[in-house]
């Protein structure tokens, strides 16, 4: 089987990448290295160094979608990134995911696997399931929502299979560690240089680290499983973790202790998540790594 994967020099992308080629599948990868990093990048891919949302530079690697059996886009612009260049952030996730669509069908690519987020939600006082309300309260959310619209309207309109995940706090190695990267490997990062690390609110945020494993895995049961065809899946653990949590479980792992600062909350973020995961576990045999686990294999 030959597989694209977009955003394959990233965090998740990479991982995925990785399972993919220990499966005996072909793989080309699409990134800009805006995130991604080549040394993250497995030496048995095919690597293209293009950006998604550039038709110019998507029309000279259509050579690639020629006899691809799937797609899997997860190339997106970083949520820190969405607040600086909203118009950026839309080019990628909207557009990107729309121009990736119109050459898998012109192709005939018959799967297409989209990578979402929570963020599509936004805002929401009961439990979230797959059916619930869309009201996103930032710029990467709308963004990302626009991709999963686009995503729905070709499932329809066209003879391609497609699925939505949408991830929540995945976790793991090769985390982006920078000021701009997830909250976890900032954590890690400034613990181990005996740093201080900032949290913004209180702390008792609640997150649902997912780990990347239980992603990938998402994915390629997804990939090969029909039930999954026009569907949307909510990925994350449903272990909920405070940043406090967070912090002092990372602490007692590495073995050092230090001073937690405490500043103005972000303005869209949101205090807790309640996720319904029924959906994935029943339909794809998906079990969610514990975050004590989790937390030892990144």
């Known amino acids: 089987m030959k597989a694209i994967v977009t955003g394959g020099a990233g965090f998740i992308g990479s991982h995925l990448v990785d399972r993919l080629i220990e499966l005996g599948h072909e793989v080309v990868v699409f990134d800009n290295l805006l995130t991604g990093k080549v040394e993250n990048l497995n030496p ?78 936004g805002i929401c006082d009961d439990v979230i399931t797959e059916e619930a309300p869309l009201n996103p309260v930032s710029y990467y959310g709308v963004s990302k929502l626009a991709g999963e619209k686009y995503v729905r309207v070709f499932d329809r309109l066209f003879d391609i299979d497609c699925t939505v995940l949408r991830y929540y706090h995945v976790i793991g190695s090769r985390q982006d560690a920078s000021t701009e990267g997830g909250v976890c490997a900032i954590f890690q990062r400034l613990i181990k240089e005996n740093k ?40 994350a653990n449903d272990q909920q973790v405070t940043i406090n949590e967070l912090a002092y479980k ?17 303005p869209d973020d949101i205090y807790y998540f309640m996720i319904d995961n029924t959906k994935i576990r029943e339909h794809l045999d998906i079990r969610f790594m514990p975050f004590k686990n989790s937390i030892q294999n990144i």
Request: with cysteine.
């Open 44 to 121: 048995k891919c095919q690597f293209r160094h293009l950006d998604i949302s550039v038709w110019d530079e998507l029309l000279l690697a259509e050579d690639d979608f020629n006899k691809c059996d799937v797609i899997f886009n997860l190339a997106a612009s970083k949520k820190t990134i969405s607040g600086r260049d909203p118009s950026k952030d839309l080019q990628i996730n909207g557009n990107g995911s729309l121009m990736m669509l119109q050459l898998a069908v012109k192709h005939h690519v018959k799967r297409f696997l989209q990578a979402s987020t929570g963020s599509v939600v």
């Open 196 to 235: 201080p690390i900032t949290i913004f609110g209180d702390g008792f945020q609640e997150r649902l680290f997912t780990h990347v494993n239980d992603v990938v895995k998402a994915n390629i049961n997804a990939w090969q499983n029909p039930i999954s065809y026009g569907q949307i899946y909510n990925v």
């Open 250 to 266: 990372l602490m007692h792992q590495i073995g050092n202790k230090v001073e937690i600062r405490y500043k103005d909350p972000i």
